[in-house]
């Protein structure tokens, strides 16, 4: 049963880096086709897509966080990663990492993980 | 970037009641759109992905259609584990977008 599972410290000063890590059980970071993506949603909004990354290491990211955003991956650990830099209170949302077919979209979403920006 | 539309923003419905929710884009985007529910303090699931089909697992009494920029959302007969709010996603083009969503609730 495919599962992933976001962790990451719940708390971030502002102007500094987030670092977020996706742990995924029962598939493998190896197989091609598959896209793994960061999305986040603010409390009591809408969702954003931050980006996503191919097994290859090929990575694509949403122009709106203006090059803030390294996503990666470690095939070694089946762990996916996500570092936004220079955060500000817009950037306090729940963070999903999720798993994504070729032509067919998200399939699989992690739980989320909450994170609250705050000196 | 592409612009999702969806309306109505929100709906009030009755259990056993057919409901259609309906999703825009701002440019075409095949058939490459999908569809998930969210209910509070929930990750959102996924139900449709290119447009029409159903992911594993969700009943059949929801359904998709659509093409190009118009699609919707059906579900044939409300039951109450449906009240939520559904979300549409293009991943046509990079980068994705999604609608600003749909709330279900009890009428």
């Known amino acids: 049963q495919m599962q992933l599972q976001e962790s990451g410290p719940g708390l971030v000063k502002p102007s500094e880096t987030l670092s977020l890590t996706c742990s995924v059980s029962?598939?493998?970071?190896?197989?091609?086709?598959?896209?793994w993506d960061w999305i986040r949603q603010p409390p009591g909004k809408g969702l954003e897509w931050i980006g996503g990354?191919?097994?290859?290491?090929?990575?694509t990211h949403n122009p709106s966080l203006k090059g803030r955003v390294t996503i990666s991956i470690d095939p070694s650990t089946n762990r996916l990663s996500l570092e936004l830099t220079s955060v500000t209170g817009a950037d306090a949302a729940i963070y999903y990492c999720a798993r994504r077919r070729n032509w067919e979209g998200i399939d699989y979403w992690g739980q989320g993980t909450l994170v609250t920006v705050s000196s | 970037d592409i612009q999702m539309t969806q309306s109505p923003s929100s709906l009030s419905a009755n259990e056993g009641d057919r409901v259609t929710i309906t999703c825009r884009a701002s440019?075409?985007?095949?058939?490459?759109l999908a569809w998930f529910q969210q209910k509070p303090g929930q990750a959102p699931k996924s139900l449709i992905y290119a447009a029409s089909n159903l992911q594993s697992g969700v009943p059949s009494r929801f359904s998709g259609s659509g093409s190009g920029t118009d699609f919707s959302l059906t579900i044939s007969s409300l039951q109450p584990e449906d009240f939520a709010t559904y979300y549409c996603?293009?991943?046509?083009?990079?980068?994705?977008?999604f609608g600003p969503g749909t709330k279900v609730d009890f009428k």
């Open positions: 996603q293009q991943y046509s083009s990079y980068p994705f977008t």
């Open positions: 990354i191919y097994y290859g290491g090929a990575t």
């Open positions: 440019q075409g985007i095949r058939n490459e």
């Open positions: 029962g598939d493998s970071f190896t197989r091609s086709g598959y896209y």
